[in-house]
């Protein structure tokens, strides 16, 4: 009896079988392979241009710089160009529930495990607890219940159990995109714990890219997900790294001068000039530029190869800033999987998409969408 599942078996399967499809020819070692061989590049040929999925990564500030200046007539421009683009899905800075879940089960495996639960995941955390604890559940079955497809037209009662499975399961995203959509006043809402209700509605009315951004597009696309992407450099490899990377201003000079670099002096002034003009479109438009790109990446990433660290601390922490980069790329790689030959709007800061745009551009069967295309 074999004991290879008989899914695993499958995959099994094909690479015997397309290894043996390539059998050694005599002389075929001495012909000269191309020169750097990209199998993307050679994937890319079979795939159709007009065929492939569309990954457009929109950088963005902090919204929450804004909180008490913000009005929501200031995305209003914002919201037709993406609406224009037709997402199919949108992708979020705000870390997946599994992974919060991993976080949790792991929180003293490091101290950085611990600052990340508490800086990036006590909201999720605290509500998740509150709704395991009134369905009477715990994360994987919420999060097995709340995968399962919402009726069609959703009824309210619907959309508060999916917002409370999705809030279980640790995808706030989710349960907030479900929460917005059903009426108020609706006796459906009325069943929910009035202290929980109220932390719900708390958090739809903060000023970040997910309420203000994401999920109001989503709402007018009629999505049924927000999809969540973040990730984070390797705790494990961060830690020992951390005594020399908060010495590094006494080391070197170069760190304290990034702050005042001109194109941070610059971003400030077109964010004022947009949030006085009450339209944030042309500051966004800017910081999806290709000049800002390169002039971020310079100022932000280049000075941990010019400070020259005796302890190599400076490199170690550019390498995992690309590490996050890598892994936030796979999880969007594997969010197009989900919606092949469609479109993927990611929202994501500014800092982030030149790296996202470089990592998914050389991945096969995809087309990246600059948004300067669809802001103008």
């Known amino acids: 009896m074999s004991l290879v599942s008989p899914r695993i078996g499958l995959v099994v399967a094909s690479v015997i079988l397309a290894a043996s499809a390539f059998p050694i020819v005599a002389g075929a070692a001495s012909a000269a392979p191309p020169p750097n061989p990209s199998p993307s590049a050679a994937l890319d040929k079979l795939s159709p241009a007009a065929e492939r999925t569309q ?3 929109l950088g963005t500030f902090h919204m929450r710089e804004l ?61 998740g607890h509150e709704a395991q604890s009134l369905l009477k559940t715990d994360m994987i079955a919420a999060s097995k219940a709340a995968a399962a497809p919402t009726p069609r037209p959703a009824d309210s009662a619907a959309l508060v159990r999916r917002a409370l499975l999705s809030l279980a399961a640790y995808d706030l995203p989710d349960a907030l995109l ?10 459906a809402r009325a069943r929910v714990p009035a202290a929980l209700a109220a932390k719900l509605d708390a958090q739809l009315a903060r000023v ?53 670099a001109a194109v941070y002096e610059e971003s400030e002034r077109r964010k004022r000039a947009a949030v006085a003009a009450g ?46 980069n890598l892994k936030i790329a796979a999880r969007i790689r594997a969010l197009t999987a989900r919606y092949v030959g469609k479109r993927v709007l990611v929202i994501y800061g ?21 948004p300067e295309t669809v802001l103008k």
């Open 55 to 57: 990954v457009m990564v």
């Open 67 to 127: 909180e008490g200046r913000f009005r929501p007539s200031m995305v209003n421009a914002l919201l037709d160009r993406l609406a224009a683009f037709k997402p199919d899905v949108v992708a979020v800075e705000t870390l997946p529930g599994p992974f919060i879940h991993e976080l949790e089960l792991r929180r003293d495996a490091t101290s950085i495990h611990a600052e990340l639960l508490d800086g990036f995941a006590g909201t999720q955390l605290a509500l």
């Open 178 to 187: 479900a929460w917005s959509a059903a009426p108020p006043a609706d006796p």
């Open 208 to 260: 970040n890219e997910v309420q203000v951004v994401a999920l109001p597009l989503a709402r007018r696309l009629g999505h049924a997900e927000i999809a969540c992407v973040d990730d984070f450099e390797a705790p494990e490899a961060m830690e020992p790294l951390l005594p020399a990377l908060e010495n590094r201003g006494k080391e070197s000079p170069l760190f304290a001068a990034v702050g005042k």
């Open 279 to 324: 339209d944030l479109l042309p500051y966004l438009r800017w910081l999806n530029s290709a000049a800002y790109a390169a002039l971020d990446v310079d100022a932000q990433w280049g000075v941990f190869l010019r400070a020259h660290l005796k302890s190599g601390a400076d490199r170690g922490r550019l390498a995992l800033w690309e590490n996050r």
């Open 350 to 370: 500014a800092a982030h998409k030149p790296f996202l745009d470089a990592y998914l551009g050389a991945c096969s069967d995809l087309r990246i969408v600059q």
